[in-house]
């Protein structure tokens, strides 16, 4: 007589949410996200409006920050609350409304199908709604990064993404602001850590973007300056 298959063991999982001034969105999104994680962290980084009450009223963990530092600050404050608990993967997603939080399990089992370590959403597929300046942008730094990390990333910008948690112990984070996602990517793969990549859909709204194109593109090339002369150091050696 065969025994039954055990049934596969769940992925526990924590969403990592950065917010900075996110009031009117942001209890949408913890409670959307609520309905496919185990526990909601968000880390308000520095908001001068409701954004940490109205997420802490709507269930989620809330981390907050003095002062305004940085989205990739507030991601590696998150970072620092999922490695002293027991998760097994991060989800990442902004607090703006623009990810769909019901496409989480598909990252998941994206995840636990290919075994990467490293999901990203890919907005690249359909860009009918995204402005010509940003995607011109993501395309070219998707390039960049690509070449940086040996493998291919078509939207290293997007900032929807699943880590496993033993990823997390390969990172060691510098960088403060936007560009903070790209070097997590690279510091991954320099770790030998695969990247795979799904197609997701990204919502635009009224809400104005926090990213400033001319300092955040400065800020992405001198980390990719960083990396490219760290690789021809160790080619030497």
Not at 105 to 125: C, H, I, W, Y
Not at 142 to 153: D, T
Not at 184 to 212: C, D, F, W
């Amino acid at each position: 007589m065969h025994e039954p298959e055990a049934a596969p063991c769940p992925m526990r999982l924590c969403a990592l949410i950065p917010a900075y001034n996110e009031a009117t969105q942001i209890a949408r999104v913890v409670r959307g996200c609520a309905e496919h994680v185990d526990e909601v962290l968000v880390v308000d980084d520095g908001s001068d409006d409701e954004t940490a009450g109205a997420a802490e009223a709507a269930g989620a963990t809330v981390i907050v920050h003095k002062r305004n530092v940085g989205k990739g600050a507030a991601i590696r404050t998150g970072f620092g609350y999922v490695r002293g608990h027991e998760f097994d993967a991060v989800v990442l997603l902004d607090g703006d409304g623009q990810h769909d939080w019901n496409e989480i399990p598909r990252f998941v089992e994206a995840s636990k199908r290919t075994g990467a370590p490293v999901v990203l959403g890919d907005r690249m597929r359909e860009v009918g709604q995204m402005p010509a300046l940003r995607r011109w942008t993501n395309r070219t730094t998707s390039r960049i990064i690509s070449r940086l990390a040996r493998q291919r990333i078509p939207d290293s910008q997007c900032g929807f993404r699943l880590l496993r948690t033993e990823v997390l112990a390969d990172l060691d984070l510098k960088t403060a602001n936007y560009e903070t996602e790209s070097e997590m990517l690279l510091q991954a793969s320099a770790a030998g850590h695969r990247i795979e990549s799904i197609p997701v859909k990204t919502i635009y709204n009224a809400a104005p973007s926090h990213i400033h194109p001319g300092r955040d593109t400065w800020r992405f090339l001198k980390l990719a300056v960083r990396a490219l002369v760290r690789r021809k150091r160790k080619r030497t050696r």
